[in-house]
DNA sequence: GTGGTCTAGACCACT
DNA sequence: GTGGTCTAGACCACA
């Protein structure tokens, strides 16, 4: 459960993943997320690592520091993650995979309708 | 047309764009590319950069090196490229997109009305 | 009123809350200011955080322990605060701000017109 | 030359080093901060704590990263951290201040009118 | 040369 | 227990 590709660098790997169980629900509002040490002794990981991510997420607004207490899910955050992620994806990420579609002349309407795992 | 977003290495923003505009046909075959220098220059940036990505075109086959000339594009480049850049885009990059799409929960229909250059 | 800043300790924070109470006379010499447990369930904080701040003020001479009774503001202890720490401030606090409102280059008429709670 | 108050993180006032340095026009925009290494090797300090200052004063706009380069001022720097900062201190740290000397039953007029370095 | 990332280990303040 | 900071040293990608 600790693996970690290497061309992104890890903290920004594990703030997407924390991320991501925001957004599902996995980590409800208002509780706390696994401390620093505990993430970085589970994932063999420095803790510098996991502060970086976890920082990052306090910076956006969606994790919460308590003092002496540890990090937990802000109130709202499960939303703000889901609108603020919804932005920088139409904002950001699809107008250039948008461009490389027509770019290589491939059908966006057919790719859409792929399923995750598929191959054309 | 000089500005590099600073989250990608330049070299590859670079061979990005030159694929780009032999895809589109904008080098058509056996034309040449302009020179590491003059590039460099226009670009502001140093010519071991633009060497970089002319290099990785060449070990791709999609430009050719002669030597005294500069730098050609190759027979067949951009059919090459098509179908070379297909392969990866759908083995690479789409699976991760749709991922996305279906985590953040993006209407299809709203992604298909989008053009290049809009803003939801 | 159960709201701290996370830049500063909340120990500190309560100290200078019961401290500006005694200097404003809300808290009348030798008047019993509240328990430890009853503060701590109000602010929804650690009774050991509160004893700390506590501790601090029966160190300064402010309060004083009465063993089963609870915490009382000492005989003189507003004069007393006022002079320790009108000390502290001017030797303190002062100087930085002003080098700081000298490098601003900020304008005297303007911060004397302000008055508690405006905004520029 | 590398001595630092040790109740405030070292990057933070190599921070505030730095921006007032821009502030008062020492490093003109555009040209370039002394380099991470540079400056860790000369204040004797791990380039890790100077990356965190340089890191903060990019994420506020004052500096630019150029890729292999090095740091530089930003264009507007100046300006940018004079109104900035003149916000923040307005904002936070005068009401506060002021509520102090309130307080303390000090005279705001008299205070100001001290020169750096007075006792009064 | 530049900055970015990571590790291993230490010490501190706070709750 | 929690997170924050710092050190010393290493390796990497980039220009």
Do not use: C
């Not at 620093?36 to 589970?42: G, H, K, L, N, T």
């Amino acid at each position: 459960m600790g693996d970690w590709k290497d061309n992104e660098p890890i903290y920004l790997q594990l703030r997407d993943l924390v991320l991501t169980q925001i957004l599902g629900g996995l980590i409800a509002e208002g509780e706390a997320v696994p401390s620093v040490r505990q993430v970085a002794s589970e994932e063999r990981i420095n803790p510098l690592t996991v502060s970086k991510a976890y920082q990052l997420l306090v910076d956006e607004g969606l994790l919460e520091k308590r003092r002496g207490l540890g990090m937990f899910v802000a109130q709202g955050a499960q939303q703000a993650a889901l609108s603020q992620e919804r932005e920088r994806f139409l904002n950001e990420e699809w107008p250039e995979t948008l461009a490389r579609i027509h770019a290589l002349q491939l059908d966006t309407e057919q790719l859409l309708s792929m399923q995750i795992g598929d191959r054309s």
